[in-house]
């Protein structure tokens, strides 16, 4: 698997995570610079249309294994929230740690996607929240949860509450969000080997997903996609012959 170098995760993950490496070309979800196009967009984003292990998919076809349970030592809190123009992130507190696949990864942020990114049997659900690691070494972990129409989420509340309106801004917390209230009490999981879910799309990620959906209230996914002004998730792409385990 094609790993990721220490220098472009820590850029990746420290300037605005994930999903949202800066470049010298621009790149959206609507028009010119939508998906469909990102590949074309600028030569270090020639992953996003020539690579075999992208990211998201439909999850499906699961190979059953003995998966270990993912330890999680969280101990921090989130300490901002930005809009940065593609997603809502958190930034997090050091020291908040995942053990998975015999490796462990630090937890540096977190962030939200409407409709969901990944899709499991074909399903989409109407957010999803994605909480990135990465190891000393430079790989990242990403932990998937999907959420579903339900009752009022407190903590997903008290960071909407601080979320900036305009692209570029960013709130210090007012109020204590803790990663765990964000994720399902069940931690099952399936697991995959994928890329970054934007520019540059770089592979060997490591996708963690959480089976079981958490609650958001209906108003709170329309006001992030209000906030957003259109969905931030990259369709669904093939998956070739990597193994989705359960």
């Given at each position: ?66 998966l270990a ?40 942020q977190f ?133 989705v385990l359960?």
């Amino acid at each position: 698997m094609k790993r990721v170098s220490l220098a472009l995760s820590a850029a990746l993950v420290l300037s605005g995570g994930l999903c949202f490496a800066s470049g010298s070309a621009h790149w959206g979800y609507v028009g010119d610079t939508s998906p469909e196009h990102w590949g074309s967009l600028d030569p270090a984003y020639e992953m996003c249309a020539k690579g075999v292990n992208q990211s998201p998919i439909n999850l499906t076809g699961f190979v059953e294994a003995e998966l270990a349970p993912i330890e999680f030592h969280y101990t921090g809190l989130a300490t901002e929230v930005l809009n940065n123009g593609h997603a809502i992130q958190a930034n997090y507190t050091a020291g908040s740690t995942i053990k998975a696949a015999g490796k462990v990864f630090e937890l540096k942020q977190f962030h939200f996607h409407s409709p969901s990114e990944n899709t499991i049997d074909g399903n989409y659900f109407p957010m999803e929240g994605h909480f990135v690691h990465m190891a000393e070494d430079g790989s990242l972990a990403v932990i998937a949860v999907m959420y579903k129409i339900g009752a009022e989420n407190e903590g997903m509340a008290r960071i909407w509450k601080q979320m900036p309106k305009a692209a570029g801004e960013k709130e210090a917390m007012a109020s204590q969000v803790k990663a765990q209230d964000l994720l399902p009490e069940n931690r099952d999981y399936y697991r995959f080997n994928g890329s970054l879910t934007t520019p540059p799309c770089t592979e060997g990620v490591l996708w963690l997903v959480m089976k079981d959906p958490v609650e958001v209230s209906k108003e709170q996914v329309e006001q992030f996609v209000h906030t957003m002004h259109h969905p931030n998730n990259r369709p669904v792409q093939p998956i070739g012959a990597r193994a989705v385990l359960k």
